[in-house]
């Protein structure tokens, strides 16, 4: 990887991304960093943030977080390769549901979900913005952004891993998966047979965009994919940086945003979210094409 590029992972929500980060900040420490919006003035992140960061670590290669999305204007003409995980639509629907319903006071109320467009298609605007997802499965073909699915963890976080510049014969990765939501099974599945159809329609970008990934994935048309025959088990244990990125992060570069490092960080409307009722939920649904 060029010296001058950084390695930016997008983390959707729900999709298995903090598994990916934390993988990233084990083997990069320090040179790895979930960007924050300096004073959390905005939602998300940009290049005048990783700058920021830098100058509190010049050795900053990789970006990851909610805050990013490759569809960013301020992002536009930056040397950055770009990557991002994908979850099957469905189930990360209705998993997005459940956080909402234990962090952000969302009423347990499926249909109210349903009706609300900002959650509708999140994988394929989240990558894409109000772009086309063709452009960005293009992209993926030729290798100028990297995408996986959460099926194909451990090759999308061994060509991760390439992308940051850790060498081939470390990048071999066996993950399980954190931060699952502890929600009801059943009542997940029950929603997901239920409302199969209104689900299916209300996700039909991500469907497309997973689709197509997932295609790519089986066909080995990825030329960017490491083929398994190529991985070399590592000899020897890999060093974990998790402590020196976390002490880096929560003494220096946490309070240099004017982040509370006590507190974790959270998307600025998240943090308006988490205060809302539920009767207030209610209210800005029903208003949300007026708003």
């Not at 909402?100 to 609300?116: G, V």
């Not at 894409?128 to 030729?142: N, Q, T």
């Not at 066996?174 to 996700?203: M, V």
Request: hydrophobic share 35%; glycine share 6%; aromatic share 10%.
């Amino acid at each position: 990887m060029q010296t001058n590029t950084i390695s930016a992972f997008c983390h959707i929500e729900k999709t298995g991304g903090t598994t990916i980060i934390q993988l990233l900040r084990a083997r990069l420490g320090c040179s790895h960093v979930d960007l924050i919006p300096f004073g959390n003035k905005s939602q998300f992140a940009g290049p005048s943030d990783l700058r920021y960061a830098r100058l509190t670590n010049p050795f900053v290669k990789s970006v990851a977080g909610h805050s990013i999305r490759p569809c960013g204007p301020q992002w536009a003409g930056a040397n950055v390769k770009w990557s991002a995980l994908l979850r099957n639509p469905s189930e990360r629907y209705v998993s997005d549901f459940f956080h909402f319903t234990r962090h952000m006071s969302f009423p347990n109320d499926f249909e109210l979900w349903l009706s609300w467009t900002d959650r509708r298609n999140f994988q394929a605007s989240s990558i894409a913005g109000d772009g086309s997802i063709d452009l960005a499965i293009e992209d993926y073909r030729k290798g100028k952004l990297l995408l996986g699915t959460l099926p194909n963890i451990n090759n999308f976080a061994s060509l991760l891993l390439l992308n940051c510049g850790v060498s081939n014969e470390k990048n071999n990765v066996e993950l399980g998966i954190t931060n699952k939501g502890f929600h009801g099974r059943s009542q997940a599945q029950e929603y997901l047979e239920r409302y199969a159809i209104e689900i299916r329609e209300n996700n039909k970008l991500d469907w497309s965009l997973y689709s197509a990934v997932s295609e790519i994935e089986c066909g080995n048309e990825n030329k960017s994919a490491i083929p398994q025959s190529n991985i070399v088990q590592p000899k020897t244990e890999q060093k974990d940086y998790t402590t020196s990125n976390k002490l880096w992060r929560n003494l220096i570069y946490k309070p240099a945003c004017l982040q509370n490092p006590l507190q974790t960080h959270g998307l600025k409307d998240y943090i308006q979210f988490a205060n809302w009722s539920p009767m207030q939920w209610r209210q800005f649904i029903e208003n949300q094409d007026v708003l």
